[in-house]
């Protein structure tokens, strides 16, 4: 009996990659820091140090977005490397 595939549901890919487990931790600690980060930003009291979250959460956000660029990347393209 031949199995129907549903087009709808997704697929594990490369469960074991290396490349891919590597930007999934990279994710999972880029998240860490962006919620310590608005604790900070919640706590903070002083105008300048008010700033010096908005800028590093800024910057971790561009982290995390790039991060998950890459591992979209790997899903789309399985032969291509970290860029």
């Known amino acids: 009996m031949t199995e129907t595939v549903n087009p709808f549901v997704h697929r ?12 999934l931790d990279g994710l999972a600690q880029t998240r860490l820091l962006i919620a ?3 604790a900070g930003f919640n706590s903070a009291e ?3 140090l008010i700033e010096s979250y908005v800028f590093e959460i800024n910057a971790l956000q561009a982290r995390y977005s790039y991060l998950l660029r890459q591992v979209k990347g790997l899903e789309d393209d399985p032969t ?4």
Not at 12 to 23: E, G, I, M, S, W
Not at 80 to 83: F, V
Request: glycine content about 0%.
């Open 12 to 23: 594990r890919k490369r469960v074991n990659d290396p490349a891919r487990q590597t930007l």
């Open 36 to 38: 310590q980060a608005y």
């Open 80 to 83: 291509a490397q970290l860029r």
């Open 46 to 48: 002083d105008p300048d």
